[in-house]
């Protein structure tokens, strides 16, 4: 039972251009998500982070879209570089009821982004 | 960067035999988590910590064990390492706030 999917395995983008990556859950538990970036042979790094009671988080060239009646979460990056290039996880936990801190994780988005 | 390193970094073995992966963290957090990642996939939870002695149960822990005996550092044993294992292992720290911080991976191959 995948309660975080990421129905899409790759996206490719034009540089310049807006890449936007979704995600969906089904656990209306899940109280905080969040967006990791991973390049090849490294480990996975935090980008930015949405509670359940806002709808927007901006950092930069990265903004994160909660919608919790449709539960749906989406990244979008504005411009788009050649070094975001990676693969994009989101992570969702439901810390206020479980309080063990575990994240949850989507299967990854693959974001090539074209000079 | 968090301070988190894993050892070792890449691990050729056979089936049948046990494996220790080490996780070490020198930020003094209290929560310890150990994922494996697999294509279509992503990271699953194979065990976690909230403190010295004290571990749980992820989602995918079976012919998995672990063991934390300092805060600094959390081990992953395969008792007896099967093809299935096969997979790269990630270690990760974390708050009660949510956010983890992720180790460098060991890429570990069962023959």
């Known amino acids: 039972d995948q309660q975080v999917k990421q129905n899409s395995p790759s996206l490719s983008v034009q540089e310049g251009r807006i890449s936007i990556l979704n995600c969906d859950y089904t656990?209306?538990?899940?109280?905080?998500f969040l967006w990791y970036k991973k390049y090849p042979a490294e480990g996975p790094t935090f980008l930015i982070s949405?509670?359940?009671?806002?709808d927007k988080n901006e950092d930069g060239r990265f903004t994160v879209f909660l919608n919790k009646s449709a539960k749906h979460l989406s990244l979008h990056i504005v411009p788009s570089q050649p070094g975001d290039s990676a693969v994009y996880f989101c992570?969702?936990?439901?810390?206020?009821?479980?309080?063990?801190?575990?994240?949850?994780f989507g299967q990854g988005t693959t974001l090539q982004v074209k000079p | 960067d968090a301070g988190i390193t894993q050892s070792p970094r890449h691990k050729v073995t056979e089936t049948g035999t046990p494996v220790t992966l080490r996780c070490h963290q020198t930020?003094?957090?209290?929560?310890m988590y150990w994922y494996r990642q697999d294509p279509g996939h992503g990271l699953r939870l194979i065990h976690y910590?909230?403190?010295?002695?004290?571990?749980d149960k992820g989602e995918v822990s079976d012919g998995y064990s672990v063991s934390r005996s300092k805060t600094e550092d959390f081990l992953l044993t395969l008792e007896s390492a099967t093809s299935s294992q096969t997979s790269v292992y990630f270690c990760?720290?974390?708050?009660?706030?949510?956010?983890?911080?992720f180790g460098p991976g060991t890429r570990l191959t069962v023959t």
């Open positions: 992570a969702a936990s439901d810390n206020g009821s479980s309080n063990t801190g575990k994240l949850i």
């Open positions: 656990n209306s538990m899940f109280d905080y």
């Open positions: 949405i509670s359940s009671i806002k």
């Open positions: 930020e003094n957090h209290r929560y």
């Open positions: 910590s909230y403190g010295v002695k004290d571990t």
């Open positions: 990760a720290i974390g708050t009660i706030f949510y956010e983890q911080y």
